[in-house]
């Protein structure tokens, strides 16, 4: 029988490219974003384009209720949709801080909390979560974001071991800087819009901004290579958890979790600290 997957964020980057990889693959797939109109991948019996908007319960609903309606259940859910933000902590309104939260953490609770009893009432399934590499080591000037999908992992790595007993299997897909996203130059113009950057601060938002419109030393990840990982962990028998994708980030991982806390601390201040 065909599997049925929904995912989130599908307009663009991340979430186009694993709607695409799941279609080619010979899955059902039920493409969600806030417009359909925005969907340009192409149609078939396989693939419904439907409305979600993470930020609000009925829409999350309705197009869960679609997928099912479609293609007669869903079998694995995939949370990709969120939003970045490159602001001064200081300055950041509540209400933005907020925002963020409410897309990147609350959205992908409210769409766990509609997929858990229906892949328990069909025997199982799996969520993904995408979250980041800053939610493992974070950078500066996006606290907020960090924040909000350090949150997200960390639920994830918990609900992995609360749902297993109903066979509900969880899976992190955690991708370093993808350029092509335009994450960053987003997330750069919705800071110029919503946040202030004091005097004091201008000179190291400076040296940061240059150092995410420079060429990075090591080879950096595609959508394709993200949308690979999170269909290898849909595939995967195995238990592991977490999928790191892009060279950068398996040095985070790397020097976070292999090295001392010295190490990591010094490593950590030549990579992000001021100059």
């Not at 980057?13 to 806030?34: I, L, Q, S, Y």
Request: glycine letters at 8%; charged letters at 20%.
């Amino acid at each position: 029988m065909t599997k049925t997957v929904l995912i989130t964020g599908c307009s663009s980057g991340f979430g186009k490219a694993a709607a695409t990889k799941f279609h080619d693959g010979g899955w059902n797939v039920v493409a969600t974003m806030r417009d359909p109109d925005d969907w340009d991948g192409g149609s078939s019996d396989r693939l419904l384009a439907h409305a979600l908007d993470v930020t609000d319960p009925a829409s999350i609903r309705s197009a869960f209720d679609a997928g099912v309606a479609r293609f007669g259940s869903v079998d694995v859910v995939v949370n990709v949709a969120g939003i970045g933000l490159f602001s001064v902590f200081e300055t950041t309104t509540d209400e933005t801080a907020r925002s963020v939260f409410e897309t990147n953490l609350f959205g992908p609770i409210e769409i766990m909390r509609v997929a858990i009893p229906h892949l328990r009432e069909h025997g199982g399934g799996r969520i993904v979560n995408l979250t980041s590499a800053s939610s493992i080591v974070p950078e500066p000037l996006m606290g907020i974001y960090n924040a909000s999908k350090a949150a997200l992992d960390n639920l994830t790595e918990t609900l992995r071991l609360e749902l297993s007993p109903q066979k509900i299997v969880l899976k992190l897909v955690e991708p370093g800087f993808v350029p092509t996203t335009g994450l960053v130059e987003k997330a750069q113009a919705n800071a110029s819009v919503l946040t202030i950057v004091p005097p004091e601060y201008a000179a190291y938002v400076n040296q940061r901004m240059t150092f995410f419109n420079s060429e990075l030393p090591v080879k950096l990840a595609t959508p394709e290579d993200v949308a690979d990982a999170i269909l290898e962990s849909v595939n995967d028998e195995t238990g592991q958890l977490r999928w790191v994708v892009g060279a950068d980030q398996a040095e985070r991982m790397h020097m976070r979790h292999e090295t001392s806390e010295a190490e990591y601390n010094d490593w950590s201040w030549r990579q992000f600290g001021p100059r």
